[in-house]
């Protein structure tokens, strides 16, 4: 008899096999009990009726939810179920009985406590299919530049210097000197395109945020690349067609996830079908303004200004050339506009928000030094950063995306937290 997963059964149609697993849940008619029974690779009805087998039946009948066993049966055919089969039940071995009932229910419980008990929900409903679209999403990221040519490569996490600002780093005491938990991996994948050319990498990153939000979390897989030679045009074309790889994919590789979450696939599809939208930032201000909302020039906007252009343009949008005080001290200026950075900001339709944020990096060691002064930070730390500019300085760019974020739009729930395996958010350590 052979031991298969949940997955495989379709295959298997007709023959006898043995499967290992948890109870997921049951009922029973009294003549008739149905096991629902998952293995991480899927989720199957085992079927037994009380006078096949009374022994089996009164055993079976008594398990709480959660008992992992292993079990044997032949596998039928069944057109109503979504893998296309069930499982008569034969022979049921238990590997461990739980002692007290399962916390967590299949109705509603409330978020905090279904956080409270992340390491158990995680194997219940929706958290399923959303890790496994999790996993297909790392992998079409890793697949779109692997095609392309692009050197996979890594950042440190600790860092002597911040990249994204001073207001959120995680500070450490790294044997008497202070360091930092890193932002984004950026400033090291520019050392590392003028040594490879394209590079890219996804690691954590980390901000000390102390925002509460849906789209917010405090630890948080950042995807990024960087590339020598690439102009703010060359830069955005990627980042589109990098998006729309990683949903196109997504889509394709998991289908049955998406319909178990009930994705509305095809809009999904035709979000990403035509080119993306772009807006100067001038322009999305005064858009918004006409939406009516209170937003002046050099505001930044929030969820409820992202979600505005989204519904407008129904589809991801590029706002472009930000005014030169709102963003990091890395950016190129905009050649026919100084008081303007070349970089853009990727934002997602649905209300899903920012997904990517990159620029076109300064390249010249005059401009740096001044901007690294304007942002009030010293030289001395970033002059290896800088030493960039004085050797065979090229014309460079790169971007950081939220792959979490991503994530979220694509599985449509509605919360960072719950397509992350064990969020980081302010209030939240454990479990
Ligand atoms: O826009 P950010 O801050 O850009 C950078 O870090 C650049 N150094 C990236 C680069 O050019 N290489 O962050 C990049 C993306 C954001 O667009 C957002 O999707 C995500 O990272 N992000 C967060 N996701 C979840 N929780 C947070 N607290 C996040 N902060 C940023
Ligand atoms: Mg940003």
Redesign the pocket.
Known sequence: MPTITISEAHQHIGQQVTLQGWLYNKRSSGKILFLQIRDGSGVIQAVLGVSDNPDLFEKASQLPRETSFIVHGRLKEDHRSSIGCELLLEDLEILHQPTEDFPIELKEQTPGFLMDHRHLWIRTGRQVPVLRIRDAAFRAFREFFYQRGFVATEAPILTGTS??GTTTLFELDYFGVPAYLG????LY?EATAMALGRVYWIGP?F?A?K?KTR????E?W?A???MAFYDHKANLELQEDLVRFIVTTVIEEKAAELKELERDVDLLRREVAEPFAHIDYGEAVTLLQELGHEVSFGDDFGAPQEAALGDHFKRPVFIERFPVEMK?F?MKRDPSDPSRVLAA??IAPEGY???????QRVDSEADLVAQLKQAGLAVEPYQWYVDLRKYGSVPHS?????L???ITWITGVSH?REVIPFPRQINRLYP
């Open positions: 990249v994204e932002q984004s991996g950026q994948l990153a901000r945020e925002s789209k917010h979390v405090t948080f950042i990024e690349a960087e990091p890395y900001d990727l928000g920012e997904i990517i944020g990159g620029s790169g971007f950081g995306m939220g979490a974020r991503v960072i």
